[in-house]
T-cell receptor, first 113, second 109 residues
């Protein structure tokens, strides 16, 4: 089975712009979770989607949003980018919801200038 | 503050040494997972522990879940350079998974 894929792998944006990141889960997996990873804060949970519905949300401002399509692929969007949004954004898929084993993609490295 | 506190934050040792890293919380978890992340990649699951007091061994790695299911430890025997990476613990509760900030381990040859 192919693993979790994320595109793009690297992205450079400037403050005020918006960005869309994409995640394709492992075939058959219905749950997709997004995380932000920074050296200072570690892995912070953004949101979880299951069957096209957001099931859980972390403590992030409304500038961070996401969606899941009928084929389980997911996108996350960050609007009005700030310098502090520079991070590695990881997507993880799992067969079932929530606390099931999560399989991570390689991440998208976002740099905001 | 993190729900899960990992210590130490950084650890640099010589090949062949033993080490233990810790994952602590004031919350009770239904299960706890350990992941290892290498540069440029996402975290990869090493083990899941479910029962309080459970001990699992994976070659030179020994994982223990605390009796009260609030903490866990990872012990590596005779560390090798290939063990270098970021070790993350993740606790599951209420259909929710939360990660610690990780312990960055460097094993020098």
């Amino acid at each position: 089975k192919a693993g979790v894929t994320q595109t793009p792998r690297y992205l450079i944006k400037t403050r005020g712009q918006q960005v869309t990141l994409s995640c394709s889960p492992i075939s058959g997996h219905r749950s997709v979770s997004w995380y932000q990873q920074t050296p200072g804060q570690g892995l912070q949970f953004l949101f979880e989607y299951f069957s096209e519905t957001q099931r859980n949300k972390g403590n992030f401002p409304g500038r961070f949003s996401g969606r899941q399509f009928s084929n389980s692929r997911s996108e996350m969007n960050v609007s009005t980018l700030e310098l502090g949004d520079s991070a590695l954004y990881l997507c993880a898929s799992s067969l079932h919801r929530g606390t099931d084993t999560q399989y991570f993609g390689p991440g998208t490295r976002l740099t905001v200038l | 503050t993190q729900l899960l506190e990992q210590s130490p934050q950084f650890l640099s040792i010589q090949e062949g040494e033993n080490l233990t890293v810790y994952c602590n919380s004031s919350s009770v978890f239904s299960s706890l997972q350990w992941y290892r992340q290498e540069p440029g990649e996402g975290p990869v699951l090493l083990v899941t522990v479910v029962t309080g007091g459970e001990v699992k061994k994976l070659k030179r790695l020994t994982f223990q879940f605390g009796d009260a299911r609030k903490d866990s430890s990872l012990h590596i025997t005779a560390a090798q350079p290939g063990d270098t990476g970021l070790y993350l613990c993740a606790g599951a509760r209420n259909n929710d998974m939360r990660f610690g900030a990780g312990t960055r381990l460097t094993v020098k040859p």
